[in-house]
């Protein structure tokens, strides 16, 4: 991930803070075209840290307007999502043919591979958490589905998300790196579930019934992991719906129910592995149902493109290592 970064325009003469804050911003999130009210006045400070996949940062400036252009699209390496979340006054932004407008106690979700406009017409303060489309996706399913809409961060998961979004930026320098991964991963997870707890916001009867059952069939799984029974006949059980209905709903997300216990079991063994500690490869791997150390590593490999033992030593040796996404 990227290298903690620090900058205000305090420290550039007035006619180079409109050029220098483009080229942060740049380097913080992915280009834009940027448009200001008064460039020789604007000011800005941003901050920026890395917490395993997630890259936080929080920026303060004077009012700006950002748009993402189809030739910055055409120019992306990858696609990446930004959750921003105002702190000080409402944001405006378009995107997918979509105008919204987000007020402090609220965020949206932003598609980096789809032009957008960004603007606030007072000075603001943001929280802006970066991640990738592939560490997402293992949270939640579809995640564009969830762009260009305000979400209510005032109560809940949503409230709690936010909340750690600002805790873990203001104590990231005295939690240390190990902390840092950890924060990143619970990030993600309290993400994942706010999402989720709007699923069949917009859509009604029966597509409404079968998503609310795929999020209980998804939580099921996520709870048991560890458990070495787990399979499509303790979850059609322990969600009160028919082995036929289970299996039908995995049809949805183009799966089977059996590739999405092995994925989920993959993910947390890898989640497992970046942690800081002395348990071994074959301790993880049963701990998470696998059969052997053998079938985990082969399985571990195909899902992520190195073996497990290679992924450690990568992920302790330098910062964490970009797993490839590999489909299952």
Not at 14 to 34: H, K, M
Request: charged share 25%; hydrophobic share 40%.
């Amino acid at each position: 991930m990227n290298q903690p970064l620090q900058f205000s325009t305090a420290d550039l003469p007035p006619q180079d803070r409109a050029n220098g804050w483009t080229s942060v911003i740049s380097e913080a999130y992915f280009p834009l075209q940027l448009q200001f009210r008064e460039s020789l006045k604007f000011t800005g400070q941003l901050s920026r840290m890395s917490m395993g996949h997630v890259s936080l940062s929080r920026l303060t400036s004077a009012p700006a307007n950002y748009e993402r252009r189809k030739k910055h699209v055409r120019e992306a390496r990858q696609e990446e999502y930004l959750i921003t979340i105002p702190k000080s006054s409402a944001v405006e932004f378009r995107q997918l043919g979509r105008d919204v407008r987000c007020e402090p106690g609220g965020f949206i979700l932003e598609r980096g591979d789809e032009p957008y406009r960004f603007m606030y017409e007072r000075p603001n303060d943001l929280f802006v958490a970066k991640v990738s489309k592939a560490a997402l996706s293992e949270r939640v399913r579809q995640p564009d589905r969830f762009c260009a809409r305000v979400f209510n961060a005032t109560t809940g998961t949503a409230n709690l998300f936010v909340s750690m979004v600002q805790h873990g930026h203001d104590q990231f320098a005295s939690s240390g790196p190990a902390a840092g991964e950890t924060i990143g991963r619970q990030l993600l997870e309290l993400l994942g579930l706010a999402l989720e707890a709007e699923t069949g916001v917009e859509v009604s009867g029966a597509s409404a019934v079968r998503a609310a059952h795929l999020q209980r069939v998804d939580q099921f799984i996520r709870g048991n992991l560890k458990n070495h029974d787990l399979s499509p006949d303790l979850i059609a059980e322990g969600c009160g719906v028919s082995k036929r209905y289970l299996h039908d709903l995995f049809k949805d997300v183009n799966g089977t129910v059996s590739q999405q216990i092995r994925d989920k079991r993959l993910i947390a063994a890898r989640d497992r592995l970046g942690n800081i500690g002395n348990v071994t490869i074959a301790e993880v791997s049963y701990r998470f149902g696998f059969a052997d150390q053998a079938q985990f590593s082969r399985l571990f490999k195909a899902r992520f493109g190195m073996p497990p033992s290679e992924y450690r030593a990568c992920y302790f040796r330098t910062e964490p290592v970009a797993a490839t996404e590999v489909a299952i």
